[in-house]
C-alpha cells in the first residue's frame, strides 16, 4: 500500500467518513490526525521525501473534502431551518395585511351604520389613543424602536397631522352613508388627484396607460353614483372631501418627513415612530373638535355607549387599525413596494363584495358592473404603475 493511500485509509476508515458536524465525528477525525502526523515524522526521519510530499498531497484531500462536506451539511440544515420561513413569510405577511385591512372596514361599517353611532370624532379619538398607548408600551420595554419626541418634530409634523385629522374623520362619516363597495370605487379618485399633484408640485410625468387606467376610475366613479340605488349626497360629499384629503396627506408627508428627519436623534424616522406621532399629536386635536361639535353631550347620553358589544366592535376597530400598519410593514418588508401596491389593490376586491353581502346593499345590474369595474380599473392602476 502506497503512503498516500494508506494515509487516506486512515483518515476515512472502511472508506466511510465520520459525521464532522457531531462532537464524536470531531474527536474520531482528531485521533486519525494524531496518527497521520506520526507517520509522517517516521517518514521525515527516514529521509524519505517523495514520500512526504505524497503524503501531504493526501492529507490536503481528505481535509479538503472534509471541509466541503462539512459547509454542505451545515447549508442543508440551515436550508431545513430557514426555507420554510422565507418561502411563508410574503403569504403570512400579506395574509395578515390583507385579513387586518378587511376586517378594520367591516368593524367600523358596523360601529357606524348597525349602531347608527354618530359621533366619528370622538370613534377616531378612542382608535387613536389604543394605537398611541400599545406603541408607548411596545416602544418603553424596546419591542420596537421608537424615536424620543420633541417640540421641533412635533412642531414640523402639526400640518400633515391636522390633514391626517380631516382624513380619518372624513373616511368614517362617508363609511356611515355610502356602502362599502361604493366607497372603494370613489377612493379611486384619490390616486388622481395624487398623480395631478405629483405633476404639478413634484413635475413627476405618469405613462399613458397610468393616465388611460385613471381615466376608467373617473369613469366608473361617475357611473357608480348614477346607478347606486342607495345614494345619499351627504356621504358623497364627505368622501369627496376625503379624497382631496388623502391626496393632500399623501403630497405633504413626503416632503414633512424630510424636514422632520432634521430633529431626531437618529437622523431618520421609521414608521412606527410615524404612528406614534400622527395618533399622538391628534388626540389633544380630537378632544378640541369633540367639544367643538358638541358630541361630548351625545357621548354622555347615547344609549349605544351602554352596550358591550358596541364597546367590543370599537376596541377591535382600534386595534385593527394599528394592525394594518405594522402588517403593512411586515409585507412591504417581505415582498416590495410593486407586490404591495398590486395586493392592495386586489384586496379591495374581497372587501368589496364582503360589504355588498354583509350588509345586505340593494343592488341594480349597472351598479354591480360599474363597481367591477372601478375595482379593475384599480388593478390596471397598480399595473401600470409598475410598468
Known amino acids: 500500500m ?4 494508506k494515509l487516506e485509509s486512515i483518515l476515512c476508515q472502511n472508506g466511510e467518513e465520520p459525521d464532522y458536524t457531531s462532537v464524536t465525528g470531531q474527536v474520531a477525525f482528531a485521533k486519525r490526525l494524531n496518527v497521520v502526523r506520526k507517520i509522517l515524522d517516521g517518514l521525515r526521519r527516514q529521509g524519505e521525501w517523495s514520500a512526504i510530499k ?10 479538503s473534502n472534509r471541509y466541503s462536506k462539512i459547509n454542505q451539511a451545515v447549508d442543508t440544515e440551515e436550508r431545513r431551518e430557514h426555507g420554510s420561513g422565507r418561502n411563508s413569510g410574503p403569504l403570512l405577511s400579506g395574509t395578515a395585511y390583507c385579513l387586518s385591512s378587511c376586517s378594520m372596514i367591516m368593524l367600523n361599517k358596523v360601529v357606524l351604520s348597525s349602531y347608527s353611532f354618530n359621533a366619528g370624532i370622538s370613534l377616531m379619538f378612542y382608535q387613536n389613543l389604543i394605537s398611541t398607548l400599545i406603541v408607548g408600551i411596545l416602544g418603553f420595554f ?9 417640540w421641533k418634530l412635533v412642531k414640523v409634523w402639526i400640518p400633515v397631522n391636522l390633514i391626517f385629522i380631516g382624513m380619518l374623520v372624513s373616511g368614517m362619516y362617508s363609511l356611515k352613508y355610502i356602502n362599502i363597495a361604493m366607497v372603494t370605487i370613489l377612493k379611486n379618485v384619490t390616486n388622481i388627484l395624487t398623480a395631478i399633484g405629483e405633476l404639478y408640485i413634484f413635475g413627476k410625468r405618469q405613462n399613458q396607460k397610468v393616465w388611460t387606467a385613471m381615466f376608467v376610475m373617473i369613469v366608473s366613479a361617475v357611473f357608480g353614483g348614477i346607478t347606486d340605488l342607495s345614494f345619499d349626497a351627504t356621504g358623497y360629499a364627505w368622501q369627496s372631501v376625503n379624497c382631496v384629503l388623502t391626496a393632500s396627506y ?22 412606527v415612530s410615524m404612528v406614534l406621532l400622527n ?4 388626540i389633544p386635536f380630537a378632544i378640541i373638535l369633540i367639544f367643538l361639535f358638541d358630541e361630548w353631550s351625545y357621548i354622555i347620553n347615547a344609549d349605544v355607549v351602554k352596550m358591550p358589544m358596541f364597546w367590543v366592535a370599537a376596541t377591535a376597530s382600534g386595534l385593527l387599525g394599528l394592525a ?4 403593512s410593514m411586515w409585507f412591504l418588508k417581505q415582498t416590495g413596494p410593486t407586490t404591495y401596491s398590486l395586493v392592495g389593490s386586489l384586496n379591495k ?16 345590474i349597472p351598479n354591480l358592473f ?4 372601478g375595482l379593475l380599473a384599480g388593478v390596471l392602476f397598480a399595473r401600470a404603475k409598475m410598468s
Open 324 to 327: 394594518i400598519s405594522f402588517t
Open 349 to 364: 376586491i374581497p372587501i368589496s363584495i364582503a360589504g355588498l353581502l354583509v350588509f345586505k346593499v340593494p343592488l341594480s
Open 279 to 282: 395618533n399622538g399629536i391628534s
Open 54 to 63: 505524497t503524503s501531504i498531497g493526501a492529507v490536503r484531500r481528505v481535509a
Open 250 to 271: 399623501s403630497l405633504t408627508l413626503r416632503r414633512v418627513m424630510d424636514r422632520a428627519k432634521q430633529f431626531t436623534e437618529s437622523g431618520s424616522l421609521n414608521e
Open 142 to 150: 424596546g419591542a420596537v424602536t421608537v424615536e424620543k419626541l420633541n
Open 2 to 5: 502506497s503512503d498516500a493511500v
Open 370 to 373: 360599474s363597481i367591477l369595474f
